[in-house]
Each structure stands twice: as structure tokens, then as C-alpha cells.
């Protein structure tokens, strides 16, 4: 990773910081990386995964028990843990890219940090589970992380090169998930092929893999990884959900693939067309929910083309018939987290916007802007429950239930890119990365 590019980010953060820290009143943030949990009723814990507020400040993923300090205008301090230990991988102490942007110091033993840290107009931030003695400061101030949450919006280039090398690996997984399905491999062996080319363990992953066949690309949130191998003429879909790792930056990736031709690998076509209008109407200035209500005309579009619905796509979304479809929302902000964190916020110190009554879920209410990051994923499923209660509700009539059968065992489609408004264009890093 680039030097330069780090010093110009850990200078922006320092800004922010320093100005958040001074609005809220504390001199001092002790922000701890988490410690590992043990499984109930046994001694293995479970993976480790940093507290996010964490790696927001210092590129470090897998190590507990570790800290930033960091006083305003002062060198953040990192107490880095490294135990005297046989039974563990222990890191090396940090020489590399960010290294000389913080004061190290090293920790044979978690209680040793308690030396370092002061509770004197001081915030913290983390879990506080067996740290209630400690003198960490206010737990996690709401003012702060509000104001903190709604600064992480907006990225610097250290952050969009990281997202860019995120995307890379994961396209290049994509890819060789994609190879497999062709060949005939499990949900199983699929997700190892992805694994593999990444060069990422599942635990390093940003969420687990969705790697759904047939009548499972229905299942949104599909993890199951059936180890069975289906016959050729039983090979119908490909869904797969998968990101990868870069310096604590997420990827969050989607393709559907069609194992014949057909009506559809037809609509698979289609959809991807409407994903990359869709990534072509992010503009500073829209407001979210207005992009997703454009969202769900084109799905109304695509289930009138193709003979699921028998009214328009303008009744369709006005009936609320296209939300059966499309129960999802059409993306989120993507960074350090893959649902990254504001997309509901209101203003830099607070206040909740909810998404739309008929969007419940949709992740991001906020006005797009410039530098800020998004996921554009529609879709379009055949969902066993959703169409259940469609078929007992008066709108059951202006649905061809002949057709909707035809397409259940296909399960969906759904595309997804990682995508960068910049002020006068859209930088499409998951496009750029399958063109290369």
C-alpha cells in the first residue's frame, strides 16, 4: 500500500478526530481492538473480529487485546499485544506502510495496558465486558460515535484503494466460483474454489459466503454450503454473495449465472442491464430512497417483460406488488463494515431518518454524495413464502401463476457492484475490476 496515500489518510482522520473529540468534550479516546469469546460450555472461542472503531484508526484486524490512545493533536499510541505464547500465532510488532504514524508500544499481557490508559476527560470505545475496573473513560459517548459514524461516509483515496484491492480479490474469486459451477461442483466446493482464490480464509471473509444453486438463490441470505453435487440436467442457477479483505476494507460482490440458455439466463441479462442504469443514477444531491423507488419500476419493468405480472410496472409499484419480487433494499454504504455504519443518520450529531414505510428495509435514507461508497444490488426472487401470502391477497389476480412456477426453480437473480460517487463521475470499482 502506498505511503503517501496513508499519510494524507491518517492526517484527514487526526483532523476529524480532533474536531469531533473538542465538539464532545474529551480530551482522549482509548479505543480497544476486543478480546475473543469463549463458546458455551467449552474452551475454544469463537473467530475474533475487531471492534470496527478500531481498525477505523489503525489497519490491524486480528489481534485482541490490543489499543489505540489517541489524545487530540498528539501521535496516536498503539498498545500492540504480543503474549509469550505456544499455543497462538503471535504477530510480528508492526513494521510496514502505517507503522511510523503511531507510537508503539508492546503488551506481553492484556492487564499490562492499564499503565497506558486514562479515564480524565476521556472516551472509549468497544465492548467493556470484563474491562469494568479498567480506566477507560465513558463508555461509548452517543454524541460521538454519531458524529464519528457519520464522518466514516466519506472516504479518503487511502480508502478507495483499499476498496479497489478489495474488489480485486474478490472479482478474481468470483471468477473461479464461477468456473466451478460449470463444472459441476457443489455449493461446498464452490465456496472452497472461492476461498482459495482469494487466498482468504472464511473467518477473514467480510460475511459469509452466499453460494446458492437453483432454488436456493431464493434464500437471501443463503449459507447453507450443501455438500452435494447436482446432475448436469439438474443444474439450473448460480448466486453467489461474496466479498473479500483489504486492510480491513470490504468487498461486497453479487453475479447470478444462468448454467443454459433460456428465458432465464434471458432475464439474468436483463437485470444486469438495470443494475448499471441503476449505478448510473448515483448523483450527488439525489436522496437514496428516490434511486430505490427507481429500483423497484425496473423490476416492475422486468416482471411485465417477462410475463410474471399481467399489469404495468407503474401499478405494480404503486400496489406495492413489485416489494413479492424485490423484499430488499436496492444497497448500503460500504467500507470498514459491508453495511457500513449512518445510513440512517440525520445530521453529523444524530437523529434517525427511516427508510420509506414500504422500503422497511432498505439500509441508506441519506443524500448521496460525493466520496461517499454504495453497494447497487437489485434483484428479483421467487420466494416460496412471499408468493404464498401474494396468492391469498387480492392482488393475486394480476399475477401469471403459470409463469411464476416456471422461474421458481431458478430461485432469483441478483447483481451487485461496489461503486464511488465522485463529483462529477461514478467510478464502478467491481466493473473496472471484471475489464481487466
Known amino acids: 500500500m502506498d505511503k503517501n496515500l496513508y499519510a494524507d489518510h491518517i492526517a484527514t482522520l487526526r483532523s476529524r478526530y480532533d474536531d469531533i473529540m473538542e ?3 474529551f480530551d ?13 460450555l467449552d474452551d475454544n472461542y469463537y473467530p475474533f473480529k475487531v471492534n470496527p472503531q478500531f481498525k477505523a484508526l489503525v489497519p490491524v ?3 485482541p487485546h490490543s489499543w489505540v490512545i489517541y489524545r487530540r493533536g498528539q501521535k496516536p499510541k498503539l498498545l500492540f499485544y504480543r503474549p509469550v505464547d505456544f499455543w497462538h500465532y503471535v504477530p510480528p510488532a508492526p513494521q510496514t506502510f502505517w507503522s511510523d504514524h503511531y507510537d508503539i508500544e508492546l503488551l506481553s499481557k492484556p492487564a499490562d495496558a492499564k499503565e497506558f490508559l486514562s479515564a480524565e476527560n476521556a472516551a472509549f470505545l468497544g465492548e467493556t465486558a470484563g474491562l469494568e475496573d479498567w480506566p477507560i473513560g465513558t463508555p461509548n459517548p452517543q454524541e460521538l460515535l454519531e458524529r464519528l459514524h457519520w464522518a466514516r461516509a466519506y472516504k479518503t483515496p487511502y480508502e478507495f484503494a483499499c476498496l479497489r484491492e478489495a474488489n480485486r480479490i474478490a472479482v478474481k474469486a468470483h471468477r473461479a466460483a464461477e468456473a466451478a459451477f460449470r463444472s459441476g461442483a457443489s455449493e461446498f466446493e464452490i465456496n472452497l474454489a472461492y476461498l482459495q482464490a482469494a487466498g482468504q480464509g472464511e473467518n477473514r471473509m467480510p460475511y459469509g459466503n452466499i453460494v446458492a444453486l437453483n432454488e436456493h438463490a431464493a434464500i437471501l441470505h443463503y449459507t447453507h454450503l450443501s455438500e452435494q453435487r447436482l446432475p448436469e440436467a439438474e443444474l439450473k442457477t448460480f448466486l453467489i454473495d461474496a466479498g473479500a479483505d483489504c486492510n480491513g476494507y470490504c468487498a461486497d460482490i453479487t453475479r447470478t449465472y444462468a448454467y443454459r440458455d433460456g428465458e432465464f439466463a434471458e432475464l439474468v441479462a436483463a437485470m444486469d442491464q438495470k443494475e448499471q442504469e441503476l449505478v448510473a443514477g448515483l448523483k450527488p ?3 437514496y430512497p428516490d434511486l430505490h423507488r427507481e429500483c423497484h419500476h425496473k423490476v416492475g419493468q422486468l416482471l411485465n417483460q417477462f410475463g410474471v405480472i399481467k399489469t404495468s410496472a407503474e401499478s405494480a409499484v404503486e400496489s406495492g406488488l413489485t416489494g413479492t419480487f424485490m423484499p430488499h433494499g436496492l444497497g448500503h454504504f460500504l467500507g470498514l463494515q ?3 455504519v449512518g445510513g440512517h443518520q440525520t445530521a453529523p450529531q444524530g437523529g434517525v431518518t427511516p427508510p420509506p414505510a414500504e422500503y422497511p428495509f432498505l439500509r ?9 461508497v454504495f453497494t447497487i444490488e437489485p434483484g428479483l426472487y421467487f420466494i416460496d413464502s412471499l408468493l404464498a401470502e401474494l396468492k391469498d391477497s387480492e392482488l393475486a389476480t394480476e399475477v401469471n401463476w403459470d409463469k411464476v412456477d416456471a422461474f421458481r426453480p431458478f430461485g432469483g437473480v441478483r447483481i451487485e457492484d461496489n461503486v464511488i460517487v465522485h463529483k462529477d463521475r461514478i467510478e464502478n470499482m467491481t466493473r473496472d475490476c471484471y475489464a481487466q
Open 61 to 63: 484486524t486480528d489481534n
Open 28 to 40: 482522549t479516546l482509548n479505543v480497544f481492538s476486543g478480546a475473543p469469546k469463549v463458546q458455551f
Open 364 to 372: 441508506t435514507s441519506r443524500t448521496i454524495e460525493e466520496n461517499q
Open 23 to 25: 465538539q464532545c468534550g
Open 338 to 340: 459491508v453495511h457500513d
Open 285 to 287: 444531491g439525489l436522496p
